[in-house]
């Protein structure tokens, strides 16, 4: 169930945004819950001794916090069917000062005989597009 | 470079992984879930599910499983060190909950040359206990050529 009139949007239409602060300690925690433990994303020595300007996220992490904006609209994670992304950016993080990372998601395409909705986010950190062709796709 | 040669191989299946609830609420508060259907089995239960629903992108954990099969290839000959994340897509058939049983079978889907690097693109498939699939996993690895 889905408080949603897909009759009612419309392409290009916001529906929602969220501002993530991306700290060493997120990027600690998801490398736990992921498994992927590459110490170039938590050790500044390791990430510059291959050429990095510093410790990076995962992209991983970027994606699965920018489709929130889409999951947090359904109300239900399991209605994202579809979801694929490019890295495009590496997102820094600085040991004491992480970043902000802004995604807003807006309606891309909508399929009325299929009930789904294309949802296409942006998420940008430093002014920089971090992810591109990010889309996932809700099965209302 | 990465062996072209490997374009279409196929790799085993992985061992059974078994999808606990607490790492879904784990992997959950990694991502910045606050969605109750992540975290909280009422949530789940009421809008439909046996048990509590696995965010968008958990299927990362099983293809992690299979990659790490055709980065230890030596035929593959892909140097992780060099490895950067290019693109990747989850295309669920249903959602992973927790007590899913999953395995998965990796095909490598295309190697590429881009200049001095190689783009190699991988299939995964994700099976239930009954061997139904639950969601296909694409991605496509950049592996930076030597200076």
């Not at chain 1, 897909?6 to 060493?24: C, D, K, P, Y």
């Not at chain 1, 990430?47 to 990095?52: I, Q, R, T, W």
């Not at chain 2, 190689?118 to 699939?133: A, G």
Request: glycine share 8%; hydrophobic share 45%; net charge negative.
């Amino acid at each position: 169930m889905t408080h949603i009139n897909i009759a009612s949007l419309e392409v290009g239409q916001e529906i929602g945004s969220e501002v993530f602060t991306f700290t060493r300690d997120s990027l600690v925690r998801y490398a736990g819950a992921s498994g992927d433990f590459n110490p170039i994303h938590y050790r500044d020595d390791f990430a510059k001794s291959v050429g990095l300007d510093g410790v990076l996220a995962h992209g991983m992490l970027t994606m699965g916090a920018a489709v929130q904006v889409a999951v947090n609209w359904v109300g239900d994670a399991g209605k994202v069917i579809d979801y694929g992304v490019r890295f495009t950016k590496p997102v820094f993080v600085d040991a004491n000062d992480g970043p902000l990372v802004t995604v807003v998601g807006k309606v891309g395409a909508i399929n009325l005989e299929a009930k789904t909705v294309r949802i296409d986010l942006t998420a940008v950190s430093h002014e920089l597009a971090v992810l591109g062709k990010a889309q996932a796709v809700v099965k209302l | 470079m990465v062996n072209p040669n490997v374009q279409g191989k196929k790799y085993p299946e992985t061992a059974p992984y078994l999808v606990g609830r607490e790492k879904i609420r784990e992997f959950a508060n990694a991502v910045f879930s606050t969605n109750p259907i992540n975290h909280d089995l009422f949530a789940a239960q009421a809008a439909g599910y046996p048990d509590v629903v696995a965010p968008p992108t958990f299927a990362v954990l099983i293809q992690e499983r299979s990659l790490n099969a055709v980065l230890s290839d030596p035929e593959a000959d892909i140097d992780f060190s060099r490895v950067v994340h290019g693109d990747q897509r989850f295309i669920h058939v249903r959602p992973i909950v927790a007590w899913d049983e999953l395995t998965s079978v990796l095909e490598v889907d295309s190697v590429k040359s881009l200049g001095a690097h190689s783009m190699i693109t991988f299939k995964t498939e994700v099976f239930d206990r009954n061997k139904i699939l639950v969601c296909t996993a694409i991605s496509t690895l950049v592996v930076r050529g030597g200076e």
